[in-house]
């Protein structure tokens, strides 16, 4: 079995509910993941928009996830949170430009083979991909979609 990540509240592919956006209450969904290989001794979660105008945007990184987790309750967090690129530390809902159209926002899972990324709070996503980097066991995403009008 591979590693499966599931977001609730959507389907995948499917509109992210407001509650989880920058205009509802701007809480992060219930995540889980299962499958996750034998030797994972940690896991990362990451949630990106690749639609922003300014390039990819990192809403959520978070990291040094106990191996033992299997998801994340609404508005549950575990292990240690970076800064995503409004600036501060934890889950930031999508937001994106009114009128731009429909941004995909993609759920990332990871187990790692280490128990630590060797980073402390508030790393920046080029810190958390060069601490990844060769200790990926294996990846899953979840992808929703949002629009603001």
Same mark, same amino acid.
């Given at each position: 079995?591979?590693?499966?990540?599931?977001?609730?509240?959507?389907?995948?592919?499917?509109?992210?509910?407001?509650?989880?956006?920058?205009?509802?209450?701007?809480?992060?969904?219930?995540?889980?993941?299962?499958?996750?290989?034998?030797?994972?001794?940690?896991?990362?979660?990451?949630?990106?928009? =690749?639609?922003? /105008?300014? *390039?990819?945007?990192? #809403?959520?990184?978070?990291?040094?996830?106990? !191996?033992?987790? &299997?998801?994340? %309750?609404?508005?549950?967090?575990?292990?240690?949170?970076?800064?995503?690129?409004?600036?501060?530390?934890?889950?930031?809902? =999508?937001?994106? /430009?009114? *009128?731009?159209?429909? #941004?995909?926002?993609?759920?990332?899972?990871? !187990?790692?083979? &280490?128990?630590? %990324?060797?980073?402390?709070?508030?790393?920046?996503?080029?810190?958390?991909?060069?601490?990844?980097?060769?200790?990926?066991?294996?990846?899953?995403?979840?992808?929703?979609?949002?629009?603001?009008?």
């Amino acid at each position: 079995m591979s590693l499966e990540i599931t977001v609730s509240g959507f389907v995948h592919g499917g509109a992210i509910p407001r509650r989880h956006t920058c205009e509802g209450e701007d809480v992060s969904p219930a995540i889980s993941w299962a499958g996750a290989p034998a030797a994972a001794q940690s896991f990362v979660l990451i949630v990106d928009d =690749p639609d922003a /105008p300014v *390039g990819t945007w990192n #809403h959520w990184l978070l990291y040094d996830i106990p !191996a033992g987790t &299997a998801g994340l %309750a609404e508005g549950g967090s575990a292990g240690t949170s970076g800064k995503n690129d409004f600036g501060r530390t934890g889950y930031g809902g =999508p937001c994106p /430009p009114r *009128g731009h159209g429909p #941004h995909r926002y993609f759920f990332k899972a990871f !187990a790692m083979s &280490a128990a630590s %990324a060797g980073l402390g709070p508030g790393a920046v996503r080029a810190d958390l991909d060069r601490a990844m980097r060769g200790k990926i066991l294996e990846e899953a995403q979840y992808m929703g979609r949002y629009e603001r009008r």
